[in-house]
């Protein structure tokens, strides 16, 4: 019987991305044959260089996965999606048919090869605006954009293909933070970090009373750790939200908490429009029967974290606002360089504008 002793051959999907590069090395790291699968559109996003054995990667668009692709693994950790909330409202019907479509049609596939477990990052932007008490598990959606809606959408069709051969979990990620080698600084305490360190001031564009809940990239490796060692009973078609209670904050919070790190950093605060998703979620159900988890990173260490990264790599203007660590921003440069075409397919060389 599966259980905690059992090593697997894991196919990690985004594994280049902001949080495939910690897991993938993380997973490795705890014994798991692990390879990964990317598109490769942010691989010119080094930020650092891991200190970790990369894993090996198939170059390859979630639209187009094959059987061949799929066949013999035992595991699929699935977290390759158009992640960027402005990229997903730009083109929503693209969004759907790369997160939800595609996600589909790859589990269908993954069912048919015999797939026994599909771990699929899922997120509390599910929640959208929720008001009352901390959200649980068994709250209803309330969606706000096209990213989050595929995510509800995904837990919808998943969900009731589950039998004893094949066992979904559903990681419902709080905001992550954090250090990556593939960073992102278009995240909230990531971009709090930045702004900082590059111009030594924070300036809030709303008044900060919504709240969130964040997790740390490392922590949700953390958590697709324990999902895999965990018996199949008991995560058998669960959803987890991936975070912990004491890591709901409202947004003045973490820019207060960003600013006290950051020494001789100001904080001005705006008045209550714009971004109005706010949620406190509850974590109770994890940190309960998901064996072996808890988070170990906070905001403060985290911005910590990357106070000291920044300095030791002189992260300057130019990286903060470049096109490198932000999602919408290396997306249109591929296809204004018709690297990728309108649907982000990437095109033939030859067809490509030089860089």
């Known amino acids: 019987m599966e259980g905690l002793e059992r090593l697997m051959r894991v196919l990690l999907t985004g594994s ?46 979630l639209r187009t996965i094959s059987h061949d692709d ?27 048919e790369i997160n939800h479509q595609s996600t589909m049609r790859m589990v269908g596939i993954a069912k048919e090869v015999g797939i026994s477990r599909f771990i699929y990052m899922s ?14 598990e068994e709250a209803s959606f309330n969606p706000q954009t096209a990213y989050a809606e595929c995510k509800m959408l995904v837990e919808r069709d998943l969900a009731p293909l589950a039998n004893d051969n094949f066992h979904p979990t559903f990681l419902r990620n709080s905001t992550a933070f954090g250090a990556s080698p593939r960073m992102r600084m278009d995240i909230v305490l990531n971009n709090l970090c930045g702004h900082a360190k590059v111009n030594g001031e924070i300036r809030m564009q709303s008044d900060g009373t919504p709240w969130r809940p964040l997790v740390h990239g490392l922590d949700i490796a953390k958590a697709i750790q324990c999902v895999l060692a965990a018996d199949p009973g008991v995560v058998h078609n669960q959803a987890f939200n991936v975070g912990s209670n004491e890591q709901n904050y409202q947004v003045k919070e973490i820019a207060e908490i960003v600013a006290g790190v950051f020494p001789g950093c100001e904080l001005s605060f705006g008045d209550s429009t714009g971004d109005n998703r ?9 940190s309960t029967q998901l064996p072996g988890f808890s988070c170990d990173w906070n905001a403060e260490r985290g911005a910590q974290q990357l106070a000291s990264l920044f300095a030791a790599i002189d992260f300057n203007q130019e990286d903060f606002d470049g096109r490198r660590y932000t999602r919408l921003k290396q997306l249109q440069y591929l296809i204004d360089t018709a690297q990728v075409d309108a649907k982000l397919f990437w095109n033939p060389p030859a067809d490509r504008v030089p860089a």
């Open 123 to 136: 997120s509390c932007s599910v929640y959208g605006v929720a008001t009352g008490a901390d959200v649980t």
């Open 70 to 96: 799929l066949d013999g693994f035992d595991a699929i950790v699935h977290m390759a999606e158009l992640s960027n909330d402005p990229m997903g409202q730009l083109d929503p019907n693209l969004t759907h």
């Open 16 to 61: 280049d991305g902001y949080l495939g590069s910690l897991a993938g090395p993380a997973l490795s790291d705890a014994g798991h044959e692990v390879t990964g699968l990317d598109t490769g559109f942010f691989r010119a996003g080094w930020l650092y260089t891991p200190p970790v054995r990369q894993i090996p990667v198939i170059s390859r668009d």
């Open 278 to 286: 706010s949620y406190r979620v509850n974590f109770d159900k994890i």
